[in-house]
């Protein structure tokens, strides 16, 4: 493992170090598979705080470039994509944070066996499960703290798949097991035909589309045939459909946070090749920060600094790989009797959605949660309402049985700490500290 004390910049003051750690962890010595980690230490008193698992999706995008460093990790790259600023709202003011590119192939994580690049679902768990037992060996004194796997988008598959993994393996084991204590998915795929079909419904609702584009999605589309291997399984007239439904929404929108401007990368590229300060700012949210992230992580001194690209990929670091063969198929697995099986261990599960997201939208997620309860026999243990941080309104929740929360965060994208910060550090708060979100305007802990 390799330690790091990281400013981003010598001008960052004392109280803003940060302990960093970066390296690989072997999950395959015969085939010469690893996988890069990046593990921040919390703010304050990190020896007496929980350790929690940050998984992107994609299939096959980077947690290191997305959550570590657009969304919820202590730094953010600069402008001119040369340095490093500071993230007030990180998620290590309540946990100490782990960040892994999986499976092999994605960002700076590899394979010297070709075809350990086609995998699926299966082969990731297991390859995750191998990891964290390698992680322990490295910080063995994380082996009786708190463990908590949290992730969004496809993590609503890696995720689940994980956490039962890990469960699995504490059955077997006479020794270690691992100390999961709680799952929290944001705008997770969860269920394909579900979760799509309510993409069209959140676009009418949102007056992104007519009610007769919408009307003819309803009458053309069996979302039961959907797939993720697009366009197999789907009529012509659903295809029809389904593009005019994105003609109108047109490219000038984000589909992951429909409110938000977007980036026009031929303007940044310029910029950033000028040294100039590249400030698209839409709402408070660099909307540019994406290409600003790709020319910092292929900097040579920031992979030295990180200790990664060992091997000298012959290939440029980026957010989703291009070498990945990712089994479509497993798009269509039903996520809800996993988390069944996690809630039955008296794991709680927390899913949440940015309102306004319409690729995984709240509008299925919400109706998968209810179904999921329906089917433990959960009743409300918190009626669907308000939650408020900092005397506003920070979205909506509700509480079933006591171990299955769903809340939306108001304001938000699919990525729901890059576009609501502040809101999204209170909602991670609340869930490793056991608490529900507050129901009143009084203040919190976290306002």
């Given at each position: 493992m390799?330690?790091i004390?990281?400013h981003g910049?010598s001008?960052?003051?004392p109280?803003?170090?940060?302990?960093?750690?970066?390296g690989?962890?072997?999950v395959d010595?015969k085939n010469?598979?690893?996988?890069?980690?990046?593990?921040v230490?919390a703010q304050?008193?990190?020896?007496h705080k929980p350790?929690?698992?940050?998984?992107?999706g994609?299939?096959g995008?980077?947690?290191?470039g997305?959550?570590a460093f657009t969304?919820l990790?202590?730094?953010?790259p600069?402008?001119?994509?040369?340095?490093?600023?500071?993230?007030?709202k990180?998620?290590?003011?309540?946990?100490?944070?782990?960040f892994?590119?999986?499976?092999?192939g994605v960002?700076?994580s590899?394979?010297?066996?070709?075809?350990?690049?086609?995998?699926?679902d299966?082969?990731?768990?297991?390859?995750?499960?191998?990891?964290?037992?390698g992680?322990?060996d490295?910080f063995?004194?994380?082996?009786?703290?708190?463990?908590?796997?949290?992730?969004?988008s496809?993590a609503?598959h890696?995720i689940p798949?994980?956490a039962?993994?890990?469960?699995?393996?504490n059955k077997?084991?006479?020794a270690f097991?691992f100390?999961v204590?709680g799952v929290?998915i944001g705008n997770?795929l969860?269920k394909l035909?579900?979760?799509?079909?309510?993409?069209?419904?959140?676009?009418?609702?949102?007056?992104l589309?007519?009610?007769?584009?919408?009307l003819?999605?309803?009458n053309?589309?069996?979302?039961e045939?959907?797939t993720?291997?697009y366009?197999?399984?789907?009529s012509e007239?659903?295809?029809?459909?389904?593009y005019k439904a994105?003609?109108?929404v047109?490219e000038y929108?984000?589909?992951?946070?429909v409110?938000?401007?977007?980036c026009?990368?031929?303007?940044?590229?310029q910029?950033?090749r000028?040294?100039?300060m590249?400030?698209?700012i839409?709402?408070?949210?660099?909307v540019?920060m994406?290409y600003e992230?790709?020319?910092?992580?292929n900097?040579?001194?920031?992979?030295?600094?990180l200790?990664?690209?060992r091997?000298n990929l012959?290939?440029?670091w980026?957010?989703?790989?291009?070498?990945?063969?990712?089994n479509?198929?497993?798009g269509?697995?039903?996520?809800?009797?996993?988390l069944k099986?996690?809630i039955q261990n008296q794991?709680?599960?927390?899913?949440?959605s940015?309102d306004?997201?319409?690729?995984?939208?709240?509008?299925?997620s919400?109706?998968l949660v209810r179904?999921?309860?329906?089917d433990?026999?959960?009743k409300?243990?918190?009626?669907?309402g308000?939650w408020?941080?900092?005397k506003q309104?920070?979205g909506?929740?509700?509480?079933?049985?006591n171990?299955?929360?769903?809340a939306?965060?108001r304001?938000?994208?699919?990525m729901?700490?890059?576009?609501?910060?502040s809101?999204?550090?209170?909602?991670?708060?609340?869930?490793?500290r056991g608490?529900?979100?507050?129901?009143?305007?009084?203040p919190s802990?976290?306002?």
């Amino acid at each position: 493992m390799v330690g790091i004390l990281f400013h981003g910049c010598s001008a960052f003051p004392p109280e803003d170090l940060v302990v960093v750690y970066a390296g690989y962890v072997d999950v395959d010595l015969k085939n010469g598979r690893s996988l890069f980690y990046y593990f921040v230490e919390a703010q304050d008193d990190p020896d007496h705080k929980p350790l929690t698992l940050w998984l992107n999706g994609g299939p096959g995008c980077s947690s290191v470039g997305g959550g570590a460093f657009t969304e919820l990790g202590p730094f953010f790259p600069t402008g001119d994509g040369r340095g490093l600023r500071i993230n007030s709202k990180s998620w290590n003011r309540a946990s100490n944070l782990l960040f892994i590119e999986s499976p092999a192939g994605v960002g700076w994580s590899y394979s010297n066996t070709s075809s350990d690049y086609t995998c699926g679902d299966a082969s990731t768990a297991a390859d995750m499960r191998t990891f964290m037992l390698g992680w322990y060996d490295k910080f063995p004194t994380f082996k009786t703290r708190d463990f908590f796997l949290t992730g969004e988008s496809y993590a609503g598959h890696y995720i689940p798949q994980l956490a039962v993994a890990l469960l699995d393996y504490n059955k077997q084991s006479t020794a270690f097991k691992f100390p999961v204590k709680g799952v929290a998915i944001g705008n997770p795929l969860l269920k394909l035909d579900t979760d799509i079909s309510s993409t069209y419904e959140f676009l009418w609702s949102h007056g992104l589309i007519s009610d007769e584009i919408s009307l003819a999605v309803t009458n053309a589309c069996d979302f039961e045939d959907y797939t993720l291997d697009y366009p197999h399984n789907v009529s012509e007239s659903c295809n029809i459909a389904t593009y005019k439904a994105y003609e109108s929404v047109t490219e000038y929108t984000d589909n992951y946070d429909v409110i938000l401007d977007v980036c026009y990368p031929s303007i940044v590229e310029q910029e950033l090749r000028l040294r100039k300060m590249a400030t698209k700012i839409s709402v408070g949210v660099d909307v540019c920060m994406s290409y600003e992230r790709f020319f910092y992580f292929n900097m040579p001194e920031v992979q030295k600094a990180l200790h990664a690209n060992r091997t000298n990929l012959p290939y440029s670091w980026s957010m989703c790989s291009e070498i990945l063969k990712y089994n479509n198929e497993d798009g269509n697995i039903n996520m809800l009797p996993l988390l069944k099986r996690i809630i039955q261990n008296q794991i709680p599960v927390w899913v949440y959605s940015g309102d306004q997201d319409s690729v995984v939208s709240l509008i299925g997620s919400r109706t998968l949660v209810r179904e999921l309860a329906d089917d433990l026999k959960f009743k409300i243990t918190v009626p669907y309402g308000a939650w408020f941080h900092q005397k506003q309104v920070g979205g909506w929740a509700t509480e079933y049985g006591n171990l299955l929360t769903f809340a939306t965060v108001r304001g938000a994208a699919h990525m729901v700490p890059y576009s609501q910060p502040s809101r999204a550090l209170h909602l991670f708060s609340s869930f490793v500290r056991g608490r529900r979100l507050p129901n009143d305007t009084r203040p919190s802990i976290d306002d």
